[in-house]
């Protein structure tokens, strides 16, 4: 994201209430992550500290300060999922991947594959409950996930069996 | 075109109304986030190309969500004079039988759920579509629906909610209309406070009461108007559908309680994890503005009022009325002891006195006003007035939204409406409340679901999530599960919280390994005691419920984990 990018956002809040929020959010969504030297740039053009940036961008879930992969893969582990075997689907996914996913418990967690494909977290509910377990890939939600019908899923986004 | 006489109101219902019950057929989708995901995008995407094919004279549109989750994709069909009739389980393969069948003024019957005569959109207007299709079941004798009660949901799943037109059509804004024409603004106060509207956020605080007090705090027409559309308890998605489907009686509702309150800026902090409500949201406003009902002077009024969004980041506490002023102001979103409470002088947002409301309690607003304070409080129980819509998941066989009367037993919600649990296990218990709820077993399903019932039983209100657990359920696991989850969105500031919480989990993380002795569940208790008792906000002092309440009701459980 170049500066002048980060302009045309910044420009979209006129108003104090829910403009750092919003204006990282949208660099969130942009760039799949908080890149650091856009943080550095957004609190030089909004004269903000860049701890204080720093601060929120580790305390809110929905940032995140690592690159992440082609493909982002969100595991609800809300209680519906949670009762519906949210974890299982999950394990079964690092196995597929190929990735740890033991630390879930933590809203920050996140795991990118060595190929850059995918990167994985959680969510505390999408709000689509009654189709639980609950996943979401690139924004799109698929229910009633299994541990079995997840290799198909995947499948849609370039995996293969063999490849892990 | 701008609305400025009670006239002009008329004539957009009117308008309005030959879109929702055309003189050719109707076909409607149901496309609330759950609809879209079990493929109503698709159906909706065939159904286009097979009218576009016939070259038929059928109208295609999209839907919020009725609530009957588990039937979905749901499909509505309107013949003029007929009665319309809902479709279940509907899929791409279906689209072209349905299109011929209506082209022959037909339904396909095999797929039908109900059909519905006529339906009460609650504020003013009763919709009359007409007879017909007999064979197929009524509305109201469909087990799912029967003992429901629609009054927050009253439009879900009939109208097109990214269109204000069809709001209109079932007497939108009539109520905004008549508050701000024909109520002094002590009046609403009075009435709101007559019907018992309490808060559905959780604590269940009278709204009538906020709202008075706000009027009274100092500052004039900057005070700030709050909806509180954070939804984190996960597994609650009430606030969603709503949005959803009806963004503006949430506007409605917002518009109603400014007028009342005197003041002119407001604000719906939402979740950033519901895009579509965003969008939705986002487009209801900028139409509300065109018409005049949002902006300066609304509806020739000389009032000035205007709703902005603003969006949260993912984090539980956020929802704490002050965490949650933080947040909207761009800080990290820890609570702050109260007082100040944000309805004080210099304790709300930006230092304003602030009103915070749920979404389900602004959405009541336009219908008590359309209705009166009397028959509101005809609905549900003293002291428990009106309606509120929980949402059922879990291990339940029928999952998806139920509205009812306040003081209706859980028994009716989960086997009446819910069936019991789903593929014929044995429901054990229900979690309400979420992280700050409690564990119901089921001996006590008879309790009347009511703000103090379900305290008395350890539990919360909360927003109205409601999970169904079935005999192979560990209510262990639950707490385990609960603990966790407060854990990590404890926000650090006070040490009984982060401390006491992550003490809680370490506890029975050694339950679940079989390591641990009778004498700590002891200890597990008084912890979880003490964190009730000294934690500093909301978060902290309801955490420990689902501990305490699995502790004492499913004791055993506990003891078979642990050595003597
Ligand atoms: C940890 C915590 C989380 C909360 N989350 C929400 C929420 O997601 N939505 C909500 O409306 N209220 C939530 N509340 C309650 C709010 O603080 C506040 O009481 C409510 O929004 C007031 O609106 P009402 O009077 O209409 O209920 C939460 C409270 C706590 C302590
Ligand atoms: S709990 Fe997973 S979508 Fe709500």
Redesign the interface.
């Known amino acids: 994201m170049d500066s002048h990018a980060l302009d045309a956002i910044i420009a979209r809040y006129d108003v104090p209430d829910g403009r750092l929020l919003g204006i990282l959010s949208e660099v969130q969504e942009q760039e799949g992550y908080i890149p650091h030297d856009v943080l550095v740039m957004l609190s030089e053009k909004l004269g903000v500290r860049l701890s204080r940036l720093y601060s929120l961008v580790t305390f809110y879930s929905f940032f995140s300060l690592q690159p992440v992969g082609e493909h982002m893969i969100t595991v609800c582990m809300g209680t519906a999922c949670h009762v519906k075997g949210a974890e299982m689907v999950l394990s079964a996914l690092g196995k597929h991947l190929g990735i740890e996913t033991g630390m879930a418990q933590d809203g920050k967690f996140a795991v990118t594959t060595e190929d850059n494909k995918f990167t994985v977290t959680i969510a505390r509910c999408f709000g689509a409950c009654s189709m639980a377990p609950v996943l979401s890939v690139d924004g799109n939600l698929y229910g009633y996930a299994t541990p079995e019908n997840l290799p198909a899923i995947l499948a849609e986004f370039g995996w293969r069996e063999h490849e892990s | 075109m701008r609305v400025e006489a009670e006239a002009d109101l008329k004539a957009l219902q009117a308008t309005g109304l030959k879109k929702l019950k055309p003189d050719k057929p109707r076909i409607a989708v149901g496309l609330a ?2 609809g879209a ?2 493929g109503g995008r698709k159906v909706y995407d065939r159904l286009r190309e097979a009218i576009a094919r016939e070259g038929a004279e059928i109208d295609l549109v999209q839907t919020g969500c009725i609530g009957y ?2 039937e ?1 994709p749901l499909v509505n069909i309107t013949l003029p004079g007929k009665s319309l009739v809902i479709l279940r389980k509907v899929t791409e393969a279906d689209a072209d039988a349905i299109v011929r069948a209506v082209l022959n003024g037909k339904v396909p019957e095999d797929k039908a759920l109900c059909r519905v005569p006529a339906w009460d959109h609650v504020t003013g207007f009763v919709m009359e579509y007409g007879k017909g299709f007999d064979a197929i079941p009524l509305y109201q004798d469909v087990p799912f629906f029967a003992p429901q009660r629609k009054v927050i949901l009253r439009n879900a799943g009939f109208i097109d909610p990214e269109d204000i037109g069809e709001y209109f059509a079932v007497g939108g804004y009539a109520a905004a209309w008549k508050a701000l024409h024909g109520m002094e603004p002590e009046a609403i106060i009075a009435e709101v406070e007559k019907s018992g509207l309490r808060g559905r956020g959780g604590a269940g605080f009278p709204t009538g009461l906020k709202w008075r007090i706000t009027r009274d705090a100092p500052g004039g027409a900057e005070k700030y108007l709050v909806c509180n559309a954070d ?7 009430m606030n ?2 709503e949005m959803e489907s009806d963004p503006h009686m949430l506007i409605e509702g917002m518009i109603i309680g400014a007028f009342a309150m005197g003041l002119r800026h407001g ?1 719906i ?1 939402i979740r ?4 579509l409500a965003i969008e939705r949201l986002g487009r209801a406003i900028g139409q509300a503005r065109e018409y005049g009902i949002l902006g300066e002077n609304i509806m020739g009024t000389g009032l000035s009022f205007d709703i ?9 506490v956020c929802g704490e009325s002050t965490a949650l002023v933080a ?7 820890r609570p702050h002891p109260r007082p100040p409470r944000l309805t004080d002088p210099e304790g709300g ?2 230092g304003k006195p602030t009103d915070l409301n749920n979404v389900e309690t602004w959405c009541n607003v336009p219908a008590i006003v359309a209705n009166g304070s009397g028959w509101y409080a005809g609905i549900g129980a003293k002291g428990n007035t009106g309606t509120k819509v929980f ?1 059922l ?3 339940v066989d029928r ?2 939204l139920v509205e009812v009367s306040l003081g209706t037993p859980i028994r009716t919600i989960v086997f009446d409406a819910g069936n019991g649990g789903a593929n014929g296990k044995k429901v054990k218990a229900v ?1 309400t409340g ?1 992280p700050s709820g409690g564990c119901i077993p089921l001996r006590l399903f008879d309790m009347p679901v009511d703000y103090e019932s379900l305290n008395k039983a350890g539990s919360i209100m909360g927003s109205g ?1 409601i ?1 169904v ?1 079935d005999e192979d ?1 560990d209510m262990v696991d ?1 707490a385990r ?2 603990t ?2 407060a ?3 404890s ?1 650090g500031k006070c040490v009984p919280c982060r401390e006491g919480l992550k003490h809680t989990l370490l506890l029975i993380n050694r339950i679940q390994a079989g390591k641990a002795s009778k004498k700590d569940l002891a200890t597990l208790q008084e912890v979880c005691e003490t964190i009730a008792a000294t934690s500093l906000c909301g978060l902290g002092q309801t955490a420990p419920n689902p501990v305490l309440t699995t502790l004492a009701y499913f004791r055993e459980e506990y003891e078979a984990k642990v050595r003597p």
Do not use: H, W
């Open positions: 986030t759950c995901a079990v989750c588990r979905e939804e984190g308890d996960p597994g609650a998605y969603r559908n604000l902090y950033s994890e519901y895009p902005r969004i603003a969006r949260g980041a993912g984090a539980f947040s909207i102001e761009g800080r990290t979103g947002l930006f949402s998941v879990g291990k999952v998806g979690q979420g999530g999970v657990m359920t639950i599960y609960f966790g989850f854990t990590g969105e926000c």
